[in-house]
């Protein structure tokens, strides 16, 4: 059996997180009582009629605080049963979401009279510490769209063939921000830029010729023979320390040149001694 956990603040796309996993084969319910959460793994368990079934919650700040504040022995109790749990998520700031709210004129779950927005927003903080602390993978969704949103999850949850911790090599570029829920960030905006080079500006380093300019350079080299050794050093013992998710940001400075190059081939050298290795480009469109 698999179970996801989805939660975070309200407006930060749990919604979207459950129309995907149902899309992919989970059933799913949403605001869950968090109480509930052993019940409902133990009858999952036991009454399915699917070899390996497939459950998505969503447990937010809905729930009664005093379930939420339990949530750690909650969770501790249902991976007793040897269920495979991930804990995902979601959040953006706080701008995002305020802005979020304004525009689908929907009423927070916390706010009353007596309660603005915005304090409902940090009030829910507060309360969805315990899931945040526990949180297997954390996503912040404040620069992305919904089909962004919809191949993050699809890419991070569903992409696992088997388990063990996923290694996540993305690209971006520093002028759209840095990644917030990155764990390793590398900045080659040192390197050689192919963006001077007019032949190559509108190309990416998915091309061969940006491929071929940046090989050439030896301290693009340099700078990749650095890197692997660090992480064909260290992955492994995030691995072992029982990490589920683990993401390494590459950036340059706009994401299309010379951070798209290094994390294709981070990539691809790693997957030859990891399991479960992802690449992906953030701002590559």
């Known amino acids: 059996m698999r ?25 799913c319910i949403d605001n869950l009582p ?42 501790a109790e249902v991976r007793s049963r040897h269920i495979q749990c991930d804990v995902l998520y979601l959040d953006a700031d706080e701008e995002t979401l305020l802005k979020r709210f304004s525009e689908t004129r929907r009423r927070h779950p916390l706010s009353s009279a007596n309660r603005s927005l915005a304090e409902a927003i940090n009030d829910e903080t507060s309360l969805l510490g315990p899931i945040a602390d526990l949180a297997d993978l954390k996503v912040n969704t404040t620069n992305l769209n919904l089909y962004q949103l919809r191949d993050t999850i699809k890419l991070r949850l569903l992409n696992q063939p088997e388990p063990g911790t996923a290694f996540l090599v993305e690209s971006f570029g520093f002028k759209r ?21 007019p032949e190559l500006r509108a190309q990416s380093g998915l091309d061969q010729p940006v491929a071929e300019y940046l090989a050439a350079q030896p301290d693009v080299e340099e700078m990749f023979q650095d890197i692997s050794s660090y992480l ?41 001694s990891l399991k479960n290795v992802q690449v992906r480009h953030r701002d590559l469109s």
């Open 3 to 27: 179970l996801i956990i989805v939660s975070g603040r309200s407006g930060s796309g749990k919604s979207t997180a459950l129309d995907v996993l149902e899309d992919n084969g989970y059933y």
């Open 34 to 75: 968090a109480g509930l959460l052993p019940e409902l793994a133990e009858r999952a368990l036991i009454h399915t009629e699917l070899s390996q079934p497939l459950v998505a919650v969503s447990i937010d700040a809905r729930n009664l605080p005093s379930h939420l504040s339990r949530f750690p022995e909650l969770l």
């Open 177 to 197: 921000g840095m990644p917030v829920d990155a764990d390793l960030v590398f900045d080659v905006r040192c390197l050689p830029n192919p963006y001077w080079k």
């Open 232 to 272: 064909l050093k260290w992955l492994p013992r995030f691995a072992a320390s029982n990490r589920a998710y683990v993401t390494i940001a590459i950036g340059c400075t706009g994401g299309h040149h010379r951070s798209v190059y290094l994390t294709e081939r981070l990539g691809k050298t790693l997957q030859q």
